[in-house]
């Protein structure tokens, strides 16, 4: 365990915003925590930042509450049944890597979510989902830490109360709707169920135009190149623009309020929901509003997807929070002028 004092916490955000942890605890074991749980009791009930790979936050300004830097890593085969393989990794594992690991191990069925910036232990946080797979399609089972306690639990998927971009860690203990995590739960180790019978997912629509091309079934290591390749083409790399990827969540809205926005413009991109709601592209929204490319500071909208902010100052001059916080304001308020709709930001802002 490493404790430092007045940390800066520019190179661990992707976004690559200035800022400084008045305290932060590396921690690279469970022992790790359960030590910071009870030498810091007072921090650790006071909703500590827990920090993964930094890929989906938004610095607004020094943060004063500990900060708590998971890098606990090993990866390993845990069973092997005759429907799945369960695979562990420990929660500061690098995501892509992972990714990649596994099927290079001959396990596929993470290649969809392949090249999601974070780690292993930000994964089911925020349920990541990209090209017609979510986490909780793969999701087996977490150990973490309560950090009031240093308990450490194990939760399964129903438990987790996976949602679109959404479960129990996102929301506190006051939440009504949930039973909350969030400041209190620190995800030590996620497990996998990848299946033994694997079929390729290609429903996404620039997917399912790579296998007409091929005109056979792609392996598992195919489908992983294409993705790679198609968010190459659409999502800047975080390591040359800073991002925190999609800033808004893609809405769902009624059959009724998604007539209304067609009548406003009949070629909103939407999608009829099995429960008979709507999904609406917020990128579309965005875009139609006309902010790609549009700037406040140096925070600005990037312009192959209106759905991503991007940091144009780089690290010597970077955006920062309060620029990236007015631009996506004044997104959220264009978009509620013109479709009557409020979007909702996907990063966790601090
Ligand atoms: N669109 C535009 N203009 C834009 C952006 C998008 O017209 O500037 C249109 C596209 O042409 C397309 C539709 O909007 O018809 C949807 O765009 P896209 O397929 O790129 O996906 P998305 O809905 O914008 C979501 C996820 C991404 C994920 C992709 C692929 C959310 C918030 N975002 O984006 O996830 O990679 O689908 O599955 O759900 C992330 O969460 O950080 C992320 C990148």
Redesign the pocket.
Known sequence: MLVENSVPLQPLNTFGIQARAQQLVRVSSVSDVQRLCRGWPEACQHWPLVLGGGS?LVLTGDVKTLVVKVDIVGRRLLTDTASHWVVEAGAGEHWHNFVDWTLEQGWPGLE?LAM??GTVGASPV?N?????VELQDRFHSLDAVDLHTGDVFTLNAAQCGFG??DSVFRHGAADSRHLGLAGRALITHVRFALPKRWSPETS???LARKVQELGSAPSPRQVFDWVCA??RA??PDPAVLGN???????PTVSAEQCTDIIARDPKV?HYPMPDGTVKL????L???CG??GKTVGNAGV?D?????LINKGGAANPATGGEVMTLAKAIQTSVYERFGLWLEI?PVVV
């Open positions: 989906n969809n999601i910036p925020q990541i989902g990209a090209y017609g679109y971009r996404y629509l620039e198609i968010r659409k999502l925190a990827g999609s800033f808004f969540k893609n991109v592209a917020a990128g579309w965005i875009d139609a902010w790609k990037y192959k997807q209106a759905l991503v996907e």
